[in-house]
């Protein structure tokens, strides 16, 4: 047995360690087959049947329509900043979009070059600590869809609940799908990066309704086109045959975790437990504002910078490692994603309150 | 130690066995930090240490000069179809082309949404059996690049040496990197998925000359700029980073066993080997024509079709897999890119004349 390290680092992420495990032996040798894993063709039945289950296994987790593809791409998440209105917004129609931090303002920019585009609220005044509540935006009637952030990272911050509308839907859950229920009915695109709670860098999921696979304008390269993969079950080219392995890897543990409700109420948990050390004193402040807190990524601070430093370099010690905060707003962050382990998250509630007793002057 | 099969698929293709042993325990546990590789952050200075020192591997293993920017991108080999002439050719711009195959054919169809393209030689007529010298066709004097695929996977034709022009010279080299000497100076741009001479499927290299990287017309998006990869070291966001890390384990490996001059010649033994035992019968005919013969990919026939699947199911059974050609030439192919071991061809060529004894009828 390894000896582990609690790992806040907000992605790459901590991954089950079974999951670790597996992959080890795979990697070398898969399914007794005298090939490893990363060099198995992709077109061999034994990987058709790791990307065919890790597929099943995604729509069953998230109870996912049949009326909706789902993709395996390359390019990151950022590369959806582009994607989505290079296929979804023919040129000159609307999109709205809420700026909620980092992630959200570079979607915008990519969306400018194909639309015109409405940002229909703001907390960047306010260090994007807050998501808007319904009542706080208007969405243009003639926009073609509304693109938020479900979970921002940086900030930690997440929508507690989603917009209400009739325009189609689009989410980057990059940072919090599969740790929460949703109802995948009311979204037309949702899409994420697996390093965070999916899997490892190099695959990026895309759920996307059917019908929209018919507005991408003539004359989109033909690997930009949502079309082109959905038709070929993401084999049109060669996929990231690990990282797509390793996403069904964690599907399964996931699964036999109880599936995203079980995960819900730990993740509510694991949260809950350093929302409350937070909320019990002064010393620590967080972030984000209470009605908008994320159960993922804990952004805090402490009474000054330089005892921020020395926190995140005493944790380090003990084995709580990544708890620096975002160079954007500095201060602390724990990212406590789905595979991140209860007993670190106390392990660190107890070090919040150690630190303090001998930090508070 | 593993039962090992020989496995000629053609990409993603056979590694070596040290790499993959390396990755089993990098996986879990990279370098003693308690922190898998696929779960570190690629911030980390672990894991900034490995893109590294990838980098300077292949700009050493490849002597590529200081004014060339190595990028590691996702998408793969198919991506740069398009990326190619959206960055270097502005709208109307002419460029050439030799059609030398599948992959060159989906490149023209590419680059003809951004530019004027000349196709300046086909050999789809006969099968794509040649690659052409360089008095079979002309480069238009306006053209800003002219663009060759330097090996053709599924055909087995390669160029013996590469055109002499003064205009930029743009390679597709997924399926020939590293496998010989080349001069890099003399192109502008190189690409190469990485999965058939470099690693695992997941990670694109494309060797840019600096100058080219101004190219890119305003309001191109920023995941589709070179310049945008190039300035951040290929960390603009989160890069595949067990791709990039098998890479460069790959690299170590070539490095000890001499580097490319070392390899080129292994490279000329193994498919001589093959080319010797199909010379000297009439049983076996090769595909390619004899000056285009690929190093890397060995196409050949057997007297009937059914021979062919007869074949390809027989030396499955002795442990040498992935012999059956690509669908659009039928045949056998033999991929043995750089870490396919000279064993296997040898028992390959074995079965060969066992085979043929049997059943030449």
Not at 109 to 115: D, H, I, S, Y
Not at 143 to 151: A, I, P, Q, R, T
Request: proline share 4%; net charge negative; aromatic share 10%.
């Amino acid at each position: 047995m390894v000896d582990r390290v609690y790992n806040f680092s907000p992605g790459p992420a901590t991954l089950p360690y079974e999951v670790l495990q597996q992959a080890s032996k795979d990697v070398v040798n898969f399914k007794e087959t005298g090939i490893g894993l990363i060099e198995i063709s992709h077109r061999s039945k034994e990987f058709m049947a790791v990307a065919d289950e890790t597929e099943s296994l995604l729509r069953e987790l998230m109870e996912i329509p049949d009326n909706y593809k789902v993709l395996f791409l390359q390019g990151g998440a950022s590369s959806q900043f582009f994607m989505i209105p290079m296929n979804l917004l023919s040129h000159g129609k609307k999109a709205t979009y809420l700026n909620t931090g980092t992630w959200a303002k570079k979607a915008i920019k990519e969306a400018k070059l194909f639309g015109d585009i409405d940002v229909a609220f703001s907390s960047e005044e306010a260090s994007f600590n807050k998501v808007p509540t319904q009542d706080e935006y208007t969405v243009d009637s003639a926009s073609e869809f509304l693109y938020l952030v479900s979970n921002n990272t940086i900030y930690g911050t997440q929508f507690p609940e989603f917009p209400v509308t009739e325009k189609l839907l689009v989410s980057d859950m990059s940072s919090d799908i599969l740790s929460r229920k949703i109802d995948v009915s009311k979204f037309g695109l949702i899409f994420a990066g697996a390093q965070k709670n999916m899997g490892p860098a190099g695959v990026t999921v895309v759920i996307i309704r059917e019908d929209l696979l018919d507005r991408t304008p003539e004359n989109t390269p033909t690997m930009l086109t949502y079309k082109t993969h959905a038709d070929k079950g993401s084999m049109f080219n060669t996929p990231p045959c690990f990282a797509i392995y390793a996403v069904g890897e964690v599907l399964k543990w996931l699964k036999k975790l109880g599936g995203v409700a079980a995960m819900e109420e730990i993740n509510k948990e694991k949260a809950g437990l350093l929302y409350d050390c937070i909320d019990g004193t002064d010393f620590y402040r967080g972030h984000a504002e209470k009605n908008s807190r994320s159960l993922m990524n804990i952004t805090f601070n402490l009474p000054t910078p330089e005892l921020e430093v020395q926190f995140v370099a005493e944790a380090a010690t003990i084995g709580l490692n990544g708890l620096k905060g975002h160079r954007s707003i500095g201060g602390c962050r724990a990212s406590i994603y789905n595979a991140f382990p209860r007993e670190g998250v106390i392990k660190l509630v107890d070090f919040m309150k150690e630190f303090e007793t001998k930090n508070k002057g």
